[in-house]
T-cell receptor, first 116, second 111 residues
Framework: DAGVTQSPTHLIKTRGQQVTLRCSPK?????VSWYQQALGQGPQFIFQ???????QRGNFPDRFSGHQFPNYSSELNVNALLLGDSALYLC???????????????FGPGTRLTVL | DAKTTQPNSMESNEEEPVHLPCNHS???????IHWYRQLPSQGPEYVIH???SNVNNRMASLAIAEDRKSSTLILHRATLRDAAVYYC????????????FGAGTQVVVTP
C-alpha cells in the first residue's frame, strides 16, 4: 500500500515565478492538508482540502492556493514567489470519519522548494 | 489555539528510557494531545495521542497529568532510530486534523 507521495522531490525557481506542487494521498484517504516547513522550524499549516473544497486555511497569503481533484489528489500553487517561500512543503492525508474526534495524519516526504 | 512548551533538546543513551515533557496549561476540554516525530529528511509521523487517560502503543507511552496541563511521552528503550524531532501538539475535536506544530524537542541518542 503506497503511502503519501509528492512530486517533484526538489525544485528551483526564481523570484516572481509560479510553482505547482503535487500530492497523492494514502489509499483510502479523502482529506489532504498542506504544510510549509522552513529550515530549523516546525511545519506550519497552509490549508486543508476535503470534498474538493478548501475547508480550513492557516495564516498564508492568497498567493498560496490549492486544488483537490475527484480522485482526492491535490495541488499546491504558489504565485509571485518570494525568497522567503524557500522551504520544505509537506502534504498530509487522512480519512475524515464522520463522528470520529481524531484523524491521524500521514505525511509525505515533502518537496524542497528553493527560490533564488 | 492552545500552545505547548517543550524543551529544545534532550539527550539519551541507547537502550535507556527517554521522558519527553510537554506543558500545555491552556488546554481546553476538547483538546486531544498528539505526538508526532520527524526523522531526518522525512515528513512527520504519528507517534501517539490521548485525551485524559494514559495511553500505550508499540512505539511509546503517553502519561497525562490529572489536570491535563502537562504530559510526558515515554520511549521505553531508545534506539538510534529514535533520534528525531518530537512534536507535542494540541488539537480540538473540531479541528479536522489540523496540526499546529511548535519547534519540538530534538532527541539525540548516543550509542
Amino acid at each position: 500500500d503506497a503511502g503519501v507521495t509528492q512530486s517533484p522531490t526538489h525544485l528551483i525557481k526564481t523570484r516572481g515565478q509560479q510553482v505547482t506542487l503535487r500530492c497523492s494521498p494514502k489509499s483510502g484517504h479523502d482529506t489532504v492538508s498542506w504544510y510549509q516547513q522552513a529550515l530549523g522550524q516546525g511545519p506550519q499549516f497552509i490549508f486543508q482540502y476535503y470534498e474538493e473544497e478548501e475547508r480550513q486555511r492557516g495564516n498564508f497569503p492568497d498567493r498560496f492556493s490549492g486544488h483537490q481533484f475527484p480522485n482526492y489528489s491535490s495541488e499546491l500553487n504558489v504565485n509571485a514567489l518570494l525568497l522567503g517561500d524557500s522551504a520544505l512543503y509537506l502534504c498530509a492525508s487522512s480519512l475524515d470519519l464522520l463522528g470520529q474526534p481524531y484523524n491521524e495524519q500521514f505525511f509525505g516526504p515533502g518537496t524542497r522548494l528553493t527560490v533564488l | 489555539d492552545a500552545k505547548t512548551t517543550q524543551p529544545n533538546s534532550m539527550e539519551s543513551n541507547e537502550e535507556e528510557p527517554v521522558h519527553l515533557p510537554c506543558n500545555h496549561s491552556t488546554i481546553s476540554g476538547t483538546d486531544y494531545i498528539h505526538w508526532y516525530r520527524q526523522l531526518p529528511s522525512q515528513g512527520p509521523e504519528y507517534v501517539i495521542h490521548g485525551l485524559t487517560s494514559n495511553v500505550n502503543n508499540r512505539m511509546a507511552s503517553l502519561a497525562i497529568a490529572e489536570d491535563r496541563k502537562s504530559s510526558t511521552l515515554i520511549l521505553h528503550r531508545a534506539t538510534l532510530r529514535d533520534a528525531a524531532v518530537y512534536y507535542c501538539i494540541l488539537g480540538s475535536t473540531d479541528s479536522w486534523g489540523k496540526l499546529q506544530f511548535g519547534a519540538g524537542t530534538q532527541v539525540v541518542v548516543t550509542p
